[in-house]
């Protein structure tokens, strides 16, 4: 189960990408990693990692 804190953040996150009408296409919590994972964004994607304690980065791997 993802954290308070995640959860909060994850509010947040999708509030700011709605706000800039932004689509979002994947929300997936990994049980393995314990992050939440979104994806969004139209004309370019927007990976974004939610931790346990409710930080985040932009998922820029380019592997």
């Known amino acids: 189960m993802p954290t308070t804190e995640q ?14 009408y932004q689509p979002i296409y994947l929300f997936r919590y990994n049980y393995n990693t314990k992050t939440v994972f979104i ?6 994607s927007l990976e974004i990692v939610i931790f346990p304690d409710g930080q985040w980065k932009f998922n820029d791997d380019e592997a």
């Open 7 to 20: 959860a909060l953040t994850c509010v947040r996150i999708c509030q700011m990408l709605s706000n800039g």
């Open 39 to 44: 994806l969004a964004g139209v004309t370019e």
